[in-house]
């Protein structure tokens, strides 16, 4: 029979004297991140190549401090790397639906627009006062009258001609036309026309037309006098205004000089201006058309004169890191905002807003993986635009519209950023093996890891991420003990004595509970009595479920004998996961057996309540039974297992070893132990496997046994090679230590059948049968029996055949 585990054994304690501090106030800050080693390096890998492709993908459970340490690492990288360009759009005079990009050094995005915007506020004095100046007035006076000489000139020579003839020139609401007069001077009524003989008549319409055509004619030259005076006018405007304009024009291209495209948007700034110098001048309020009521004053616009700043890196220091928390496509890529007005949607390029891609151009940007993928069309445009290496601001809603809106095509930014991911391993795995382009585009994995050695370095710095978490948040100071119980929760957690977690949310949250416990009990330290205290008090606001289900089996609704022997019968160990809590529950497991072919059967699969697991757990015990007791003649058997009192899925192996027993002790009627719990996978040779949740298991039995009462029977049966990763609560260790509990780590399953029936199991003679009163000897004589049984009921059926057939 195995030895019981000692104490030492059941839990390793941290010497709270490894530490030379009183309080963890004494201790410096240490920013750095801890045992992440692995992880760090690939961080460090990906973020120094700049190839395309090589973005990273942060992998890692909830709560190992992935986003601190990325936090950590960048913000010290990015204040070595040069500041990025600032970026603006600016109108496009020649497609105005497709707004032009202009990068300029940092800083000097918001100056141009400053630059632009007093340019446009000196024009709209100065060109006024041009056009108000006397020098103007005289050469545009100039101009009008020499054109109305002209036209007077013009128009005597004709009036003359008209009149020797006995015509007259007169205007009317269609034009001016040539009519006859009399003596007198004035026009020939119809009458006076009638009165004239025939040849004076044809003579009249013959000078009429002929004089008709030269006023036609006259009319054609004022006609072009007058547009030769407006291109006189205009060219007079242009060169006025650019009097005012050019000089200042000339300053901005100077100042700008370095920058073709400000050179080129500056020169169509100033044939803008100069074609549209009404929007210059002084407005003259019109009289409405409708009286009593007054129509809004159009302003013009200068709108089209203005830069959209996007990025400004002014107060930028380094290569930017942007952290996105709501990666959806328009806080990552912008927007186009439209305004409605008289019910229509319009924009223009000052609505362009830019998204958290164009802030880290140039530098990093983090993203949470799973809020990206349930972001639409967040993901495929992020790939688009790292695989092109450009931002494009778009619509994309503009597809799906029944009707479309006015919308722009701003010129494409350049793309330079390193991309972060950060995710659990799940989806890490999901994207790599689903999506091609994926792995094209990530292709450094860093992965964090939950676990870390525990060694002298690693206890310090974990009293180094006590100490910082205190002073960050104001926490009361942790004394020796109270880190050393800190250790040992990290410990627990990380569920091996020679590791510890680094689920530093989780001990962050421990560390912050103790505070409060302390300050509750007008401590000025942390003591480990108070990280106990949080411990408990967290278990005891988490537990209900626990307690419902132990008084359920006290009051014997839920069937767990922890007392008596038992055929058939044995008390296996599972853990229940709520999330937030994990426990053991104690679970009957039984099985019956009787002659037949069968086999062993199943419940639980029977019931399509077994998961892929149990069942080859359940082939396992099969094939391990077919190995010990059928080497040299087949049995026959059939036999059922099942959990009792169990209405979910079983799935898992932890099991296997009190299946077995509860087998073994079916077929050779040898009753078992209820006062001992059995958990431990096994394979088919007999050796037993290590399983998970061994503590919340062992505790799980215990608590129930403690409220029954506690006798110095109780037990369970381990794998020895989940020693490693006891560290159980304090209660049950004093328990063993008083001898009222105790535990079994055993290697194969045979040293629990032991434990179990308190007989020997029995090794095999030379002459293949096993000593008398051993359990494989009981075994073996019982399955002969079933065997034999099987056989003669055959051949009686056999011989009952032959008779009815003949």
Known sequence: MPEKLSIDELYKVCDPNIFSFNTTEELKEVKETIGQKRAIHALD????????????????????????????FLSKKAMQEPVPLDWCYVFNFKDPDAPITISLEPGEAIIFQKDMEELIKILRVEIPKVFESKEYDKQKNKILEEAQARQKEIFAGLEQEAQEKGFSVRKTVSGLI???????????????????????????????????EKLNDVVRVIRETEKSVKERLARLEKEAALSAVGHLIDELKGKYMEHEKISFYLEDVKEDILTHLEDFKVQEEQPPSIPFMKIPKMEPTFTRYSVNVLVNNKECKGAPCIFESNPTYYNLFGRIEHKIQYGIAITDFSMIKGGSLHKANGGYIVIDALDLLRSIFAYDALKRAIRNKELKIEDVWEQYRLISTTTLKPEAIPLNVKVILVGNPILYYLLYNLDEEYRELFKVKADF??????????????????????????????????????????????EHQDKLTLKFSEIADIIREA??????????????????????????????????????????????????????????????????????????????????????VNIERETKMSGRIHEKAILIITNYLGSKYAIKKPISLSASITFEQLYDMVEGDSATCAELYALLSSIANIPLKQNIAVTGSMDQNGDVQPVGGINEKIEGFFDLCKFRGLNGSHGVIIPRRNVKNLMLKSELIDAVREGMFNIYPIDRVEEGIEILTDLPVGELKDDGTYPENTVNYLVVKRLTEITEAVKEKKEEEKEKKGKEDS
């Open 45 to 72: 890998f990906g973020l120094s190549l700049q190839s395309i492709g090589f973005n990273i993908f942060i992998l890692g459970e909830h709560g190992t401090g992935k986003m601190t340490t990325v936090k950590s």
């Open 515 to 600: 505070s409060y416990w302390a300050s509750k009990a007008n401590s000025g330290i942390i003591q480990g009595e108070h990280v106990l205290k949080a411990i408990e008090e967290r278990i005891y606001r988490t537990n209900r479920i626990e307690e419902r289900l132990r008084e359920m089996i006290l009051e014997g609704t839920l069937i767990v004998d922890t007392e008596g022997k038992k055929s058939g019968q044995v008390n296996g160990l599972a853990v229940i996961d709520l999330g937030d809590y994990s426990f053991g529950k104690p679970s009957r497991i039984t099985a019956k057996t009787y002659a037949g072919k069968a086999g062993v």
């Open 178 to 212: 040539i009519i006859p007069v009399n003596k007198k001077g004035e026009p020939l009524t119809e009458e006076e026309f009638e009165a004239l003989d025939e040849k004076t008549k044809k003579r009249i319409d013959v000078i009429g037309k002929a004089l008709q």
């Open 449 to 494: 890891d939950i676990r870390m050695e525990k060694t002298d370095e690693t206890i310090q710095n974990y009293a180094f991420f006590v100490s910082n978490l205190c002073k960050e948040e104001n926490l009361l100071p942790f004394s020796r003990t109270g880190v050393a119980k800190v250790v040992e929760i990290g410990s627990r957690i990380a």
